[in-house]
């Protein structure tokens, strides 16, 4: 039996049982099921599973959130519910059952961008750090930079163009290379291919826009020319020419005889390719690209850039839900090779730092509840740094308010984002450390938007959380100690009033006195605030007459404080409660309230009983009568 069984074979009940699954795998931090009918999960009840973070549905995926110990979990699941786990690729095939042509679409963008990233990450950070040492003027009355007074650091800025250049202006070769990759078919096919869009015999793409019609050098095959020209960074030609690649290889192995197939497929395919990429699709995909770059970069800039803005800081979290903001890579290295500098990016980053905030407002909200903060505290810091899902899956939607003052930081970030022209010259490096990214002449402006993208969604999440969460923050600072108070020791019950004490066999009361209700002691008050004798749990409470309650105890025992004889009569006139059922209480905090006045004046005794009804563990009881009582400080009964 593994260590997550029971909770494994809970998980397996609520999404709909092993007849509802259609295949099962895990991430790092992730369950993975593609559900034969998505609507059978009882995603309510799975949040409320204490081993789940959170679930979220993405790319035809219901995914569970577990953690760090996910992997122990998926094995107890898989031997629990009798079915073998399958590929994270066999578990994106299956989830298309659940996803519509754009949805399929957006999943194949996704996956080829996916093994992009860390280059793209590594990529941004190596130019983020040369914009600190080459273009920030710091020395000598701010008219040199680091690489202008030292030829180390120059040295460093040189060496490491290298490596950007390979990630940056190489794209399109880890891009062809990627789509085989996904697609199943000859992975240094792909290669080749993307090698040939950024080949030194080719008129760099940087250098097109600069160089006169007449001077680009072409193939020249008699009866038409065709322009010899690269495609560094761009994203388009190079997605359509590893398309063209792939169906070209799927049509020949499908017709070629075996016998001959490793000649024939790879030479044609390629070749072909090549001359599709070069002659058709290229020059097309460059079109489209430039144009799509065109319309954001005019609305980026144009006339209503801030409604651009506006609207893209509050819609990016959304979008990251349903998957779509993957497209926004493609435009973002588009709009760098177009513009050598894109305006999307910083508030992609500023998105983040919003959502991160907005978490930070819940860490502040539920400082005393150590279970959320488990999740709260990783998802922030995680969101800091570019990583949004666990804060946007694990706690913002959870209460569904974090989301949206996360969405409005993000929208008056954005709004001084492009209003002040802050421009990223690499993409990758998201939340914080996104500044790393930013054009040396934007980084204030950068620094600057962050300020609303932290404040105004902290702010919001703990105003309006405290209206929205007030009922639980009153029962998390009520319940704060609920683990202490129920396993701390119990050896004795303070005095409950300030007054005499008496036996309850003198309280001249057919019950109490008989010790039908069990035995106990009472207390002739002075004062007129019942308090709790010891740690325990409000159990019973007259929610008409408010003149009595019971409360269990650590050790079993079961204690009934009842105020007056026969004020049940009087129904609440007079008495008021501190407490709510279900209440945990430490000894001396305050229980009842009753007006001695009107008591007497209705014609009862306010002589109040305590009754212990169980005595749970508790042994050698002994009660100490006869004397006069300090409420919350006289020791009335002792035990073992």
């Known amino acids: 039996m593994g260590k997550y069984a029971k909770e494994a074979e809970q998980l397996l009940d609520l999404v709909g049982g092993k007849q509802n699954i259609a295949a099962v795998t895990h991430c790092v931090t992730r369950m993975r099921f593609v559900l034969n009918d998505p609507a059978a999960a009882d995603v309510e009840k799975?949040?409320?599973?204490?081993?789940?973070?959170?679930?979220?549905?993405?790319?035809?995926?219901?995914?569970?959130?577990?953690?760090?110990?996910?992997?122990?979990?998926?094995?107890?699941?898989?031997?629990?519910?009798?079915?073998?786990?399958?590929?994270?690729?066999?578990?994106?095939?299956?989830?298309?059952?659940?996803q519509n042509a754009l949805q399929r679409a957006i999943a194949a963008l996704a996956e080829i961008f996916a093994p992009l990233i860390p280059a793209i990450i590594t990529g941004g950070l190596i130019l983020g750090f040369r914009n600190c040492i080459d273009s920030m003027y710091f020395f000598e009355n701010g008219t040199k930079t680091l690489c202008d007074i030292s030829q180390f650091w120059a040295g460093i800025d040189s060496f490491l163009w290298l490596i950007g250049e390979a990630i940056f202006h190489m794209l399109p070769v880890g891009i062809c290379w990627s789509v085989t990759r996904k697609m199943g078919t000859t992975q240094m096919l792909g290669i080749v291919l993307g090698l040939t869009l950024v080949s030194?015999?080719?008129?760099?793409?940087?250098?097109?826009?600069?160089?006169?019609?007449?001077?680009?050098?072409?193939?020249?095959?008699?009866y038409f020319h065709i322009n010899m020209i690269g495609y560094q960074s761009q994203v388009l030609p190079a997605i359509m020419a590893a398309f063209v690649l792939v169906y070209l290889e799927r049509f020949f192995r499908k017709i070629t005889p075996q016998v001959v197939s490793m000649i024939v497929v790879p030479f044609c395919s390629l070749v072909l390719a090549v001359v599709a990429a070069h002659f058709i699709v290229g020059p097309i995909g460059w079109k489209i690209g430039s144009a799509i770059s065109k319309v954001v970069y005019a609305g980026i800039t144009g006339s209503f850039k801030v409604v651009f803005g506006a609207v893209f800081g509050f819609v990016y979290a959304p979008l990251v839900i349903t998957g779509l903001h993957h497209m926004s890579n493609a435009i973002d290295l588009q709009l760098i090779a177009d513009y050598q500098g894109t305006m999307l990016w910083p508030m992609i980053a500023l998105s983040n730092i919003a959502q991160g905030s907005a978490v930070l407002g819940m860490i502040f909200l539920q400082k005393k509840d150590a279970e959320a903060q488990e999740v709260n505290i990783p998802a922030c810091v995680s969101c800091y740094l570019g990583v949004t899902e666990p804060a946007i899956f694990g706690v913002n939607l959870k209460h569904t308010f974090p989301f949206v003052c996360g969405m409005i930081g993000s929208a008056c970030a954005a709004i001084i984002s492009v209003s002040t022209g802050t421009v990223a010259n690499a993409i990758g490096v998201g939340g914080i450390p996104g500044i790393l990214s930013i054009n040396t002449d934007s980084i204030l402006?950068?620094?600057?938007?962050?300020?609303?993208?932290?404040?105004?969604?902290?702010?919001?999440?703990?105003?309006?959380?405290?209206?929205k969460l007030n009922h639980e923050i009153e029962v998390l600072e009520t319940t704060q100690n609920t683990a202490e108070v129920m396993d701390e020791e119990v050896t004795e019950?303070?005095?409950?009033?300030?007054?005499?004490?008496?036996?309850?066999s003198e309280v001249n009361d057919g019950v109490f006195s008989a010790g039908i209700m069990g035995d106990g002691l009472a207390i002739i008050p002075e004062s007129d605030v019942v308090y709790a004798p010891a740690n325990g749990k409000i159990e019973t409470l007259m929610e008409d007459s408010k003149h009595a309650c019971a409360m269990s105890l650590a050790n079993g025992m079961q204690i009934l404080i009842h105020v007056g004889l026969d004020t049940?009569?009087?129904?609440?006139?007079?008495?008021?409660?501190?407490?709510?059922?279900?209440?945990?209480?430490?000894?001396?905090d305050p229980l009842i309230k009753f007006d001695r006045d009107k008591i007497k004046?209705?014609?009862?005794?306010?002589?109040?009983?305590?009754?212990?009804?169980?005595?749970?563990?508790?042994?050698?009881?002994?009660?100490?009568?006869?004397?006069?009582?300090?409420?919350?400080?006289?020791?009335?009964?002792?035990?073992?």
Do not use: C, H
């Not at 979990?73 to 629990?80: K, L, Q, R, S």
């Not at 019950?493 to 309850?504: D, H, M, N, T």
């Not at 049940?568 to 001396?588: H, I, N, P, R, T």
């Open 445 to 467: 402006t950068f620094a600057i938007a962050m300020v609303p993208a932290i404040v105004i969604p902290f702010v919001l999440t703990v105003i309006v959380g405290k209206k």
């Open 568 to 588: 049940v009569s009087m129904q609440g006139d007079g008495f008021e409660y501190f407490v709510k059922l279900g209440d945990y209480v430490k000894a001396g």
């Open 200 to 222: 030194g015999q080719l008129l760099n793409a940087y250098s097109v826009g600069s160089t006169a019609a007449a001077d680009i050098p072409y193939w020249n095959f008699g």
């Open 493 to 504: 019950l303070k005095a409950f009033l300030s007054g005499e004490v008496i036996p309850v």
């Open 601 to 640: 004046q209705a014609g009862y005794r306010d002589v109040t009983v305590l009754v212990v009804a169980e005595e749970g563990n508790a042994k050698n009881i002994k009660m100490n009568t006869g004397i006069k009582a300090k409420e919350k400080q006289t020791q009335i009964i002792s035990f073992d």
């Open 46 to 98: 799975i949040e409320e599973m204490k081993v789940v973070k959170g679930t979220f549905t993405q790319a035809g995926q219901f995914q569970v959130i577990i953690g760090n110990t996910v992997s122990d979990f998926y094995n107890d699941f898989t031997a629990v519910a009798g079915i073998e786990g399958v590929s994270k690729d066999a578990v994106k095939n299956a989830a298309k059952q659940n």
